[in-house]
């Protein structure tokens, strides 16, 4: 086992007792990408661009996990080719609202 993989089943680990305590909880898979982005966003060389890129990449990621929680309905579109695609839509609208000094990073990405 590498010490990539040792680390990333130590954060698992650590998560696993907060699910237990919370069961509405969601983590995020702590996979490399992950973890890569993670640290590239606590070093103290990064620039500023490199900080706000990872930083965007891991938002990204928080909200389509989210969005992967809301109540989808199977439906069906028709391509500009003429195809049927059979695919999902929202059973309802989509809201989200800016927290203070947590959300308000998230906005663009929700858009």
Do not use: W
């Not at 995020?28 to 973890?35: E, G, K, N, V, W």
Request: charged residues 20%; positive net charge.
């Amino acid at each position: 086992m590498s010490e990539v993989d040792k680390l990333l089943a130590e954060i698992h680990r650590n998560h696993e007792n907060l699910q237990d305590k919370f069961p509405n909880l969601l983590v995020l898979r702590a996979d490399h990408c992950l973890l890569q982005l993670h640290t590239m966003m606590r070093s103290g060389s990064v620039s500023r661009d490199q900080f706000i890129f990872s930083a965007h990449h891991v938002l990204r990621r928080l909200v389509f996990e989210a969005l992967n929680l809301v109540p989808y309905t199977p439906c069906s579109v028709t391509t500009p080719t003429g195809h049927e695609f059979k695919g999902l839509r929202t059973d309802s609208q989509i809201c989200a609202v800016s927290i203070l000094r947590a959300g308000a990073s998230m906005e663009r990405i929700i858009r």
